[in-house]
């Protein structure tokens, strides 16, 4: 089948274009290359467009009659969201309207979305269930979870029919090293971990140890992008084939690990000293994020491949090394 891949030469779309393709499917990348790398689409076209665009959006849907669609297109900077929140809800809301509208009025009926674990704000329970409350603590959760909103509305008078991934967060590169992590600027903890690894910058800064938790550092739950990737196929394909699904599905692997793991475990797996620096806690972040992922095992048969920290990160290595790439 077609599918209309929104933010396809990004980090987690580029690898979702790979796992469509492995499939038997057409990933048709539309992109506006904002963030994008043109390098990361090898699995099937690129078009280059914004998602707010609806006359360019209308053109590729026109050419190539996608079945459905996965949105990755979005902003994804949380501290930039508090900055500049008008930016966010302008693409990730403003453009999530435009592009359902596109598929409201071609007919097509079936949408994937990028959904995150930030749309639940400070956890009352961990594992974090699909069903837990959601009360976003910056702009970007809070323009997922509009999106979420619209998703339902649009089901339930258009007959779109929807699934919202809710990542954690996303690790590691593809494991044959073809596409992998380039974020400019990048932001994430384990690329910066691996630059000051290989020397590219002088340390790491850990954004407080001052938490209520084991070492004092933030846990997260790192879930592989390859993984995620297969999530995205096995739910559009539940999607056309009309499989009972839940609007929303958490994606990640039950398991916390601190910024002080992390760095323990890329010290091991680089066999390079990692320098570190204490800095301030960061707005914004959550001490512990772990999610609950079974209803998706469960009802999609998803299961992850590469769920040890230790594989997440050697892939991210493999890669890192093979970039001339630098996230500095
Ligand atoms: N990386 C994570 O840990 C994480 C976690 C949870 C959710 N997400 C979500 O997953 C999605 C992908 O994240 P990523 O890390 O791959 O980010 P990314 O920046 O690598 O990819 C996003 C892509 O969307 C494109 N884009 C942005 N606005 C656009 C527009 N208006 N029109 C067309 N293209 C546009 C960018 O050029 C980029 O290629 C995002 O929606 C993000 O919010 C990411
Ligand atoms: O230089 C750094 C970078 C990060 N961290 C810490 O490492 C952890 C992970 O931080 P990331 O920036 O890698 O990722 P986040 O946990 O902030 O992820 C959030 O932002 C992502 C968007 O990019 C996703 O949406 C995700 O769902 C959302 O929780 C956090 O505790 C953070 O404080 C550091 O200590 N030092």
Not at 41 to 57: M, N, Q, S, T
Not at 270 to 275: E, H
Not at 285 to 311: C, E, F, H, N
Request: a negative charge.
């Amino acid at each position: 089948m077609r599918f209309l891949v929104t933010g396809g030469a990004g980090y987690i779309g580029s690898h979702t274009c790979k796992a469509l393709a492995a499939s038997g499917h057409t990933p048709i990348t539309f992109d506006n290359l904002v963030y994008g790398h043109p390098w990361a689409v090898r699995w099937g076209p690129l078009e280059k467009g914004d998602i707010a665009d609806r006359e360019r959006l209308d053109q590729v849907i026109n050419q190539y009659q996608p079945e459905g669609v996965i949105h990755f297109a979005a902003y994804a900077y949380v501290g930039e969201s508090v900055k500049d929140p008008a930016k966010y809800y302008r693409n990730n809301v403003g453009g999530s309207l435009s592009l359902l509208e596109a598929m409201r009025d071609h007919g097509i009926p079936y949408i994937v979305f990028s959904s995150t674990c930030a749309s639940y704000g400070i956890p009352e329970q961990i594992p974090i269930p699909e069903s837990h409350p959601q009360r976003p603590i910056n702009p970007y959760g809070q323009s997922k979870l509009m999106v979420e909103q619209m998703l339902r509305d649009f089901r339930l008078a258009y007959g779109i029919q929807s699934i919202s991934l809710r990542y954690f967060n996303a690790a590691g590169a593809d494991p044959d090293g073809e596409i992998g992590e380039a974020h400019d600027p990048e932001t994430h903890l384990i690329p910066l971990v691996l630059d000051a690894a290989s020397g590219q910058r002088p340390h790491i800064t850990i954004f407080g140890d001052d938490y209520d938790t084991p070492d004092g550092t933030c846990i997260r739950d790192y879930i592989h992008v390859s993984d995620l990737a297969q999530a995205h196929v096995l739910a559009v394909e539940a999607l056309t084939t009309h499989q009972p699904v839940q609007p929303a599905y958490n994606l990640g692997n039950g398991q916390g690990f601190s910024v002080k793991d992390v760095i323990a475990t890329a010290e091991a797996v680089t066999q390079k000293r990692i320098p570190v620096q204490i800095g301030a806690r960061r707005p914004g972040d959550p001490p512990r994020l772990v999610g609950d992922a079974s209803a998706i095992m469960q009802d999609l048969g998803w299961k992850p491949a590469y769920a040890d920290l230790t594989q997440i990160i050697e892939t991210a290595w493999r890669w890192h090394q093979q970039q001339p790439y630098s996230t500095q």
